[in-house]
């Protein structure tokens, strides 16, 4: 089911001082940066490699507000690793295989994640206490 590791959310309190240590201490490239307004999340995406299945990625993430899940994530553990998304090839039929094992699913349908990808979130007190996001690619064109 799983085809890579897509990304890695990093919990900040500043993006723009985080993206700057992750340029100079590794040398990414910003390649998307997003406000969303529905996750309570301005984001940025930071390539680090590509596969056959699709690029990985550094995910940086500041809340929009306190009252937000990385808000809230923030406040109660400090900066640090937030979540572990994982590519799939059909988003939907993945939720429905991993919702048939008894993991809770927190999005009952897909929603918008970064760069235009589907996205869908695993309880994390079902999968070990690691909050866990499954990511479908767009469609190419062509
Ligand atoms: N990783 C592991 N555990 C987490 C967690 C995380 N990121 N966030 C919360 N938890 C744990 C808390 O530690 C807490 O545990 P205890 O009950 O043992 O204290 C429990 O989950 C409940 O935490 P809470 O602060 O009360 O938060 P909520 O229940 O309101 O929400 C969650 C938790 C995971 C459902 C919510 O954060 C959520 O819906 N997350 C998915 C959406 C998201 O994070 N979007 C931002 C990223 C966007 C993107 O990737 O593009
Ligand atoms: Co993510």
Do not use: W
């Not at 301005?42 to 990385?70: C, F, K, N, W």
């Amino acid at each position: 089911m799983l085809l890579r590791i897509d990304h890695i959310g990093i919990a900040c309190h500043d993006l723009e001082a985080t993206i700057a240590l992750y340029q100079k201490t590794f040398g990414l490239t910003v390649v998307s940066r997003e406000v969303n307004e529905e996750q309570g999340v301005r984001e940025a995406m930071l390539h680090v490699a590509d596969g056959e299945t699709g690029g990985s990625y550094i995910q940086l993430l500041e809340p929009l507000g306190p009252d937000t899940p990385v808000g809230k994530f923030l406040a109660s553990r400090g900066e640090g690793v937030h979540h572990v998304a994982y590519g799939v090839a059909g988003i939907t039929e993945a939720m429905e295989e991993v919702a048939a094992t008894g993991v809770r699913l927190i999005d009952k349908a897909p929603r918008h994640g970064s760069m235009n990808t589907s996205i869908a979130f695993l309880h994390p007190k079902d999968v070990g206490g690691v909050l866990t996001e499954l990511v479908q690619a767009p469609e190419r064109d062509s």
